[in-house]
């Protein structure tokens, strides 16, 4: 039986969804949606907690530096950043795939490099969402050649479908369904970054 605590969870999560979805049409311009999987009250309540955890991770006076990998990540980590009480620098990159015709060639391009020292810091790699991790390995794999004291990855959300995932997130928000997710930063077609909060789009 539940208890009267989870009821009122569930209902509030319920209700918060519900109320999403009716906000849906005006973000949108009329397109259509799946679901909404994730409400904006959820992702604060998660985000907070993840804050709260990273914060208390790293040793006292540690040189801890977030680095956003955009675009997905531009709403998350602004809202991380903020609760994490302690002392942080907050940098971007963004990285690329790249090779000859439409095959890549298993090489990351950082189109934008921290400015940011990496050396000696901690490193938090902010993610908004591991799908395939082969932008992630690789681009991992550089970044801990430049020396960081330590290097982690907190991901949003984590779809569990990466076969050779070399980097496991230490912080993840949500596990993430197998659907095409939108909101809170993640786009179709750069469409929808905006939404306060996660949804799915039909299939197409």
Same mark, same amino acid.
């Given at each position: ?42 992702? +604060?309540? &998660?985000?907070? /907690?993840?804050? *709260? ?8 006076? $540690?040189?801890? #530096? ?77 970044? +801990?050649? &430049?020396?960081? /004291?330590?290097? *982690? ?8 479908? $990466?076969?050779? #995932? ?39």
């Amino acid at each position: 039986m539940k208890s009267a605590s989870t009821d009122t969870a569930s209902t509030r999560r319920d209700r918060d969804r519900a109320a999403a979805e009716r906000l849906f049409p005006e973000y949108s311009g009329g397109r259509p949606l799946r679901r909404i999987v994730f409400s904006e009250a959820e992702i +604060a309540a &998660r985000v907070e /907690a993840m804050g *709260e955890e990273i914060g208390a991770h790293y040793e006292p006076g $540690a040189d801890i #530096l977030l680095l956003g990998l955009l675009k997905g990540s531009f709403v998350f980590i602004s809202d991380l950043a903020r609760c994490i009480r302690r002392p942080i620098h907050v940098d971007f990159l963004v990285a690329s795939s790249y090779g000859a015709g439409t095959t890549t060639s298993g090489d990351v391009k950082l189109l934008y490099d921290p400015c940011a020292p990496v050396e000696g810091r901690h490193l938090v790699v902010v993610e908004d969402i591991v799908d395939s991790g082969t932008t992630l390995n690789r681009l991992m794999g550089a970044l +801990a050649e &430049r020396g960081p /004291a330590s290097i *982690e990855v907190c991901a949003l959300l984590h779809k569990h479908v $990466a076969e050779d #995932l070399d980097w496991e997130p230490r912080w993840v928000g949500f596990d993430a369904p197998r659907e095409f997710l939108v909101g809170y930063g993640l786009d179709h077609a750069e469409d929808f970054r905006h939404l306060p909060f996660i949804a799915s789009l039909p299939a197409e």
